[in-house]
């Protein structure tokens, strides 16, 4: 826990920008880095093995599965995410859907509204969260 050395390695980089004002329709694939400040309806993929980190910004907004090697959410998802080894959700972060990682970095303030499954080599732990509120039964 305290003094051991990460083992991700986030590509330091954004390649790649979709701005606030602009809307995107349709699956992504990318490699490199992305940020995401506008709105994407639709599947966002990293394109290769190689590591890839996206980044939707606190004012973004997806509707789609993510599946992307780092990823580092503070704005809204409606739907799965899969970050094949790192995983940050900052405090503004809203994720409506399953969420899967290897390593998991979540700040006070971040919601999901799904399960959270965590991903080993080879083998996959489902961890269910108890919902608080007034829900009927």
Same mark, same amino acid.
């Given at each position: 826990?305290?003094?051991?050395?990460?083992?991700?390695?986030?590509?330091?980089?954004?390649?790649?920008?979709?701005?606030?004002?602009?809307?995107?329709?349709?699956?992504?694939?990318?490699?490199?880095?992305?940020?995401?400040?506008?709105?994407?309806?639709?599947?966002?993929?990293?394109?290769?093995?190689?590591?890839?980190?996206?980044?939707?910004?606190?004012?973004?907004?997806?509707?789609?599965?993510?599946?992307?090697?780092?990823?580092?959410?503070?704005? =809204?998802?409606?739907?799965? +995410?899969? !970050?094949?080894?790192?995983?940050? *959700? #900052?405090?503004?972060?809203?994720? %409506?859907? /399953? &969420?899967?990682?290897? =390593?998991?970095?979540?700040? +006070?303030? !971040?919601?999901?509204?799904?399960? *959270? #499954?965590?991903?080993?080599?080879? %083998?996959? /732990? &489902?961890?269910?969260?108890?919902?608080?509120?007034?829900?009927?039964?």
């Amino acid at each position: 826990m305290f003094g051991r050395k990460k083992n991700h390695v986030p590509q330091k980089q954004i390649d790649s920008l979709i701005g606030s004002s602009t809307t995107i329709s349709g699956d992504i694939l990318f490699t490199g880095g992305l940020r995401i400040d506008g709105v994407v309806k639709g599947s966002i993929h990293s394109a290769s093995d190689a590591p890839s980190t996206l980044v939707v910004s606190e004012k973004a907004t997806v509707s789609g599965e993510i599946r992307v090697s780092h990823v580092v959410i503070d704005g =809204t998802v409606n739907g799965p +995410v899969n !970050a094949t080894e790192y995983l940050e *959700l #900052l405090p503004n972060a809203r994720i %409506t859907g /399953d &969420v899967s990682y290897r =390593t998991l970095e979540m700040q +006070v303030g !971040a919601v999901i509204d799904g399960r *959270l #499954l965590h991903v080993q080599q080879g %083998t996959a /732990d &489902v961890v269910e969260l108890k919902r608080i509120g007034n829900e009927s039964k």
